[in-house]
Nanobody
Framework: QVQLVESGGGLVQAGGSLRLSCAAS????????MGWFQQAPGKEREFVAG????????YYADSVKGRFTISRDNARNTIHLQMNSLQPEDTAVYYC????????????????????WGQGTQVTISS
């Protein structure tokens, strides 16, 4: 059974940093595009950052470009999201997601296209 387990969320002040991690199991990890999505109360789940199956390309929402960095370690079946210069509007539950992507061009930012999801980790930024 595929599992994605997020960790690293918490409460930080504006301007601070957090590093989220997502560990995958029972998944041919190196064949999957991975992504981070956020969901704030009353809002839809939104794309934050993504990385291709081979780590060759990364993608970011405009709101986080220059502040967040996604990375992956295929040897350890993990991805990370380094979040810097955090702002109150970054407050949300952050979810890790996986979608088969080996040899497929481009990157799909639609949450509906991802078949595997973690349970989410809460990120709260105080002003």
């Amino acid at each position: 059974q595929v599992q994605l387990v997020e960790s690293g969320g918490g409460l930080v002040q504006a301007g601070g940093s957090l590093r989220l991690s997502c560990a995958a199991s029972e998944l041919p990890f190196s064949s999957y595009d991975m992504g981070w999505f956020q969901q704030a109360p009353g809002k839809e789940r939104e794309f934050v950052a993504g990385i291709k199956w081979n780590g060759g390309s990364t993608y970011y929402a405009d709101s986080v470009k220059g502040r967040f960095t996604i990375s992956r370690d295929n040897a350890r079946n993990t991805i990370h999201l380094q979040m810097n210069s955090l702002q109150p509007e970054d407050t949300a539950v952050y979810y890790c997601a996986a979608r088969y992507g080996k040899y497929m061009s481009g990157y799909d930012r639609r949450a509906s296209e991802y078949g595997y999801w973690g349970q989410g980790t809460q990120v709260t930024i105080s002003s």
